[in-house]
């Protein structure tokens, strides 16, 4: 099939290769023109593993290519972002452009599939009710579908590949055509559901992770006041057969986590409790750690340099979406007290992709590991208390080992661990 894809993101342009590098012909639509550039290079700026050498191999068999507009095609994928508003409702300007776009050059006979993460409803109704407009039957004259992703970057396209889908048509028709498009390439199980179903079920997979990671953030601070390691607690309770905590941490981002969630309260808010409850709990975690940081450091006179490792919302990745690390730098930026240095060598935001780790902890009250960026592993802790000024460190990962960092006179702190009172 010839493929036109709209939005190549962290998720459309992983799609696009996928689906080019299996017997399709694809065309990548999106608004930024260094995005479409790169492409017809072979070449991609964001960072993800095997990303550029399947699309130069893919570019250059004539298999894919990118436009600065849509094309008439077989099907219609679209991967566009779907964020929230500042009072947490769902933004949905982007499906609505994305599905306007595609008016002009559909027709009837069509595939046209959203991919992005959406609330309830969004495919039957919202989209439904544009090509109505537009003047389709969206249950007769064409073939709509949801089907989500289910993806880690930095795996992203062994995880398209492996991972199982649920794919949601507007009927079972739909849902049937669509499957059998994603089966080019899709490897794991793919289930067929009707899109609200598939819809909720993305959003729920999300919730999940974000529920249990407000359980464990709320565990390290009842550990902090209690003087117990929080992450002892998690490790043994781990051995239950039926116990899955997960890790607490500075906050929750990534364009899933961190919103997905709040498509569910802004939809019920007088059901969702636990989820409301469990999102203001990781949204609230920078402010806790600021707090934390204030804290530490309350016995320094005059500025207090704090050097923070790790901007980026997860390791070893350069996304920074939602990242709780910039939330977290702004609430120090505010504070007039604090001078604050970023060093992550994935991203360059305020120059902390080509500076230093030792320079940055030059005369630093405190070091803030935010990111276990492999990077961060195997650090001279010896260099970095010559460097200090007040030779202390804050763990928010669990990422250093308590026994090392000590050995080299370091102070150290682990968030969800009470054991240094102040």
Same mark, same amino acid.
């Given at each position: 099939m010839k493929i036109c894809v709209i939005g190549l993101g962290y998720i459309g342009l992983p799609t696009a290769a996928m689906f080019a590098s299996s017997g399709h012909t694809v065309v990548g639509f999106d608004v930024n023109k260094k995005v479409i550039e790169a492409l017809n290079q072979g070449k991609v700026i964001i960072e993800e593993p095997y990303l550029e050498e399947m699309v130069e191999k893919a570019v250059k068999q004539g298999t894919l290519r990118a436009s600065d507009k849509p094309e008439e095609a077989d099907a219609f994928i679209i991967? !566009?972002?779907?964020? @929230?508003?500042?009072? *947490?409702?769902?933004?949905?300007?982007?499906? /609505? &452009?994305? !599905?306007?776009?595609? @008016?002009?050059?559909? *027709?009837?006979?069509?595939?046209?599939?959203? /991919? &992005?993460?959406?609330?309830?409803?969004?495919?039957?109704?919202?989209?439904?009710?544009?090509?109505?407009?537009?003047?389709?039957?969206?249950?007769?004259?064409l073939y709509v579908a949801y089907c989500p992703e289910r993806v880690l970057p930095g795996k992203i396209l062994k995880e398209l590949r492996e991972n199982s889908r649920v794919v949601g048509?507007?009927?079972?028709?739909?849902?049937?055509?669509?499957?059998?498009?994603?089966k080019s390439f899709v490897e794991g199980e793919i289930y067929t559901s009707d899109a609200t179903t598939a819809e909720m079920c993305k959003l729920m997979e999300n919730t999940y992770r974000d529920v249990n990671i407000a359980l464990a953030n709320e565990l390290a601070m009842l550990c902090e006041k209690m003087g117990v390691n929080a992450w002892d607690v998690i490790r043994f309770a781990n051995k239950h057969p039926r116990v899955n905590l997960h890790m607490p941490g500075p906050g929750v981002g990534g364009h899933c986590i961190a919103v997905d969630p709040w498509f569910i309260v802004s939809n019920q808010p007088e059901t969702a409790k636990i989820i409301n409850l469990a999102r203001n709990t990781n949204d609230g975690m920078p402010h806790y750690v600021f707090e934390k940081i204030k804290n530490l450091t309350s016995d320094v006179d005059g500025v207090r340099k704090v050097c923070i490792l790790g901007v980026?919302?997860?390791?070893?990745?350069?996304?920074?979406?939602?990242?709780?690390?910039?939330?977290?730098?702004?609430?120090?930026?505010?504070?007039?007290?604090?001078?604050?240095?970023?060093?992550?060598?994935?991203?360059?935001?305020?120059?902390?992709?080509?500076?230093?780790?030792?320079?940055?902890?030059?005369?630093?009250?405190?070091?803030?590991?935010?990111?276990?960026?492999?990077?961060f592993k195997n650090v001279d802790f010896g260099r970095i208390k010559n460097a200090m000024k007040c030779p202390r460190v804050l763990d928010t990962r669990n990422f250093w080992d308590a026994s090392i960092?000590?050995?080299?006179?370091?102070?150290?702190?682990?968030?969800?661990?009470?054991?240094?009172?102040?």
């Open positions: 991967c !566009v972002p779907t964020p @929230i508003l500042p009072d *947490k409702s769902p933004d949905l300007s982007y499906v /609505e &452009s994305g !599905v306007k776009v595609i @008016i002009p050059y559909l *027709k009837k006979g069509n595939i046209v599939i959203l /991919e &992005s993460t959406s609330p309830p409803g969004t495919t039957r109704d919202f989209m439904g009710s544009i090509l109505r407009e537009a003047g389709f039957n969206p249950e007769e004259d048509g507007i009927n079972e028709k739909s849902a049937e055509v669509v499957k059998n498009l994603y980026t919302y997860k390791p070893d990745v350069d996304d920074m979406r939602e990242s709780p690390i910039i939330e977290l730098i702004h609430l120090l930026t505010e504070d007039k007290i604090f001078e604050t240095v970023v060093v992550d060598s994935h991203v360059d935001y305020e120059g902390s992709k080509d500076r230093n780790l030792y320079d940055a902890a030059e005369g630093a009250h405190l070091v803030v590991l935010a990111v276990n960026h492999n990077e960092v000590e050995k080299e006179g370091l102070e150290y702190h682990l968030l969800g661990w009470g054991r240094h009172k102040r």
